[in-house]
């Protein structure tokens, strides 16, 4: 008699209860998964599934990944109508964000109380699990990983062919002087398994002092936008004496992740199509630089327009 396992594919923002036999294949699991996200599965890549160590073949069977009932399966992979759209686009035509281009001065919602008892909430109640412990005397990066490190929903073979060009460069080189923290709006799960996909994990050349997920973030209302979910820096200012607005900058490719600390936030370029992109994305490249003058020359990081980072010259500092 065939057992069914049910399996909960997560993928553009959504969940999938997805049905198949301990018998079936990955293959026959890809199909499935076609039905119900229209996403083919040549252009499917399953992220979390390991038999004996290494990602699956196509022909494995499912009986033999000793999935437990309710198993979450992250997917990267690109419709084909986003694919036309995309090959289509006028050469240089960017690729319209998912952002609401929110202006600071529309929205002073840094100093309100309902949102600074909020950010004290998450002080107290969240958990932080610290990979590796701050350094004395070093700034604070704190990075986003969707569209900021790699782009989450092209499709490929690897994590590498998904990467943003100059990561682990970037890394390196930010790591002489800053202690560098992941935040993602995501679950505590997915962050792991991508920054192990990106290699980031394992690379010795720079240490991830901590993850932070959806959880850490706070709600606020914008009249003319509504409800948004934002990630206040206050939280790891209020654990951590060492960082504060005067030593903490924050890459996001949503500006709007970043409007209870607007001084603080750059909004990056998003790296997407990194099919298309891959050659010639040099953002993380440009970056260093733009980091290194700004720990060397910069006393006060919210003195600093961030949005003109690229014309930056640093004055040198006297202290």
Not at 170 to 191: C, E
Request: hydrophobic share 35%; aromatic share 8%.
């Amino acid at each position: 008699m065939e057992v069914n396992v049910k399996i909960i594919v997560k993928w553009g923002g959504k969940e999938y209860d997805v049905e198949v036999c301990e018998n079936d294949s990955i293959s026959d699991l890809k199909n499935c998964i076609h039905k119900h996200t229209g996403v083919r599965p040549d252009r499917q890549k399953l992220l979390n599934l390991k038999h004996k160590g290494k990602p699956p073949g196509d022909d494995c069977r499912i009986s033999h990944l000793n999935l437990k009932p309710g198993f979450k399966l992250m997917m990267m992979g690109s419709l084909e109508a986003d694919i036309e759209d995309v090959n289509k686009a006028p050469e240089g035509m960017s690729e319209v964000v998912n952002d609401l281009d929110i202006e600071d001065e529309e929205v002073a919602i840094e100093n309100q109380e309902v949102y600074l008892a909020k950010v004290q909430k998450r002080i107290k109640d969240y958990n932080i699990n610290m990979i590796n412990q701050p350094r004395n005397g070093k700034k604070l990066l704190v990075l986003d990983i969707d569209y900021t490190l790699f782009d989450h929903k092209s499709s490929a073979e690897t994590g590498a062919e998904l990467m943003r060009p100059y990561l682990h460069e970037f890394l390196t080189a930010a790591y002489d002087d800053y202690d560098i923290v992941i935040w993602s709006a995501t679950g505590m799960k997915w962050i792991e398994e991508k920054m192990k996909l990106l290699g980031v994990t394992s690379n010795t050349n720079y240490k991830i002092m901590f993850y932070l997920d959806s959880l850490a973030m706070i709600s606020v209302h914008i009249p003319k936008y509504g409800v948004l979910n934002v990630k206040p820096l206050g939280v790891i200012w209020g654990k951590f004496d060492q960082y504060n607005s005067k030593n903490t900058i924050m890459f996001d490719d949503v500006r709007r992740n970043f409007i209870m600390n607007p001084k603080n936030g750059l909004k990056i370029r998003p790296f997407r199509q990194a099919h298309l992109n891959r050659d010639k994305d040099k953002e993380l490249l440009n970056l260093t630089r733009y980091l290194k003058d700004l720990a060397a020359h910069c006393n006060d990081f919210t003195c600093v327009n961030h949005r003109h980072w690229e014309k930056y010259k640093p004055k040198k500092r006297s202290d």
